[in-house]
């Protein structure tokens, strides 16, 4: 069984810029969140999505944004680009109910830097 | 506000010496506790959880943890480190309600020198 997938693994943009990552869950799982890695702030929590509805927000600008298809693919979307954006962006699937019972898998994340 | 504070940030320790790295929560009715492992350039993978039942849980690689309720702690610990342990490790909680929202700590770096 194939993983959680991203794609790109590496983007370099400038500032003002926007850009689109791309998560791709294991087959089957309904749900996908996204969190933020940086050195400063650690491990943040963003959004997650089930069934193509945005179940859970964290604390972010509207700058970011996010969504997800029919075949619970999610994207995510940050504009206008500030060199603070600059992180490691991570996707996790799960089957989807909201139970701890249903374990988290995490991908490999989209490494963004902002120039 | 919910919080998850890992005191180390590091903690060097030598090859087949015993490590504990330790995790607080913000106290909740009902939570679930979590430790994740990153290796350099990698996403995060489960160690092992506290859900229910026994408070002491074990990963297959000779990790446990203790979940306490009255400290609200979740130390990981292990009797014997190998090289191949060095990695982060994250202390995470999932608060009922929050849906899959997973709070994390700051991690805290294991490296295990020879």
């Known amino acids: 069984k194939a993983g959680v997938t991203q794609t790109p693994r590496y983007l370099i943009k400038t500032r003002g810029q926007q850009v689109t990552l791309s998560c791709s869950p294991i087959?089957?799982?309904?749900?996908v969140s996204w969190y933020q890695q940086t050195p400063g702030q650690g491990l943040q929590f963003l959004f997650e999505y089930f069934s193509e509805t945005q179940r859970n927000k964290g604390n972010f600008p509207g700058r970011f944004s996010g969504r997800q298809f029919s075949n619970s693919r999610s994207e995510m979307n940050v504009s206008t680009l500030e060199l603070g954006d600059s992180a490691l962006y991570l996707c996790?699937?799960?089957?989807?109910?909201?139970?701890?019972?249903?374990?988290?898998?995490f991908g490999p994340g989209t490494r963004l830097t902002v120039l | 506000a919910q919080s998850v504070t890992q005191l180390d940030s590091q903690v060097p320790v030598f090859e087949e010496a015993p490590v504990e790295l330790r995790c607080n929560y913000s106290s909740s009715v009902s939570v679930y506790l979590f430790w994740y492992v990153q290796y350099p350039n990698q996403g995060l993978q489960l160690l092992l959880k506290?859900?229910?039942?026994?408070?002491l849980v074990e990963s297959i690689n000779g990790f446990e943890a203790e979940f306490n309720k009255s400290q609200t702690s979740f130390h990981l610990r292990k009797p014997s480190v190998h090289i191949s342990d060095t990695a982060e490790y994250f202390c995470?909680?999932?608060?009922?309600?929050?849906?899959?929202?997973?709070?994390f700590g700051t991690g805290t770096q294991l490296k295990v020198e020879l």
């Open positions: 995470a909680v999932r608060y009922t309600g929050g849906g899959n929202k997973l709070t």
């Open positions: 087959s089957g799982h309904r749900s």
């Open positions: 506290y859900l229910s039942g026994s408070t």
């Open positions: 996790a699937s799960s089957l989807g109910q909201a139970s701890a019972y249903n374990e988290q898998f």
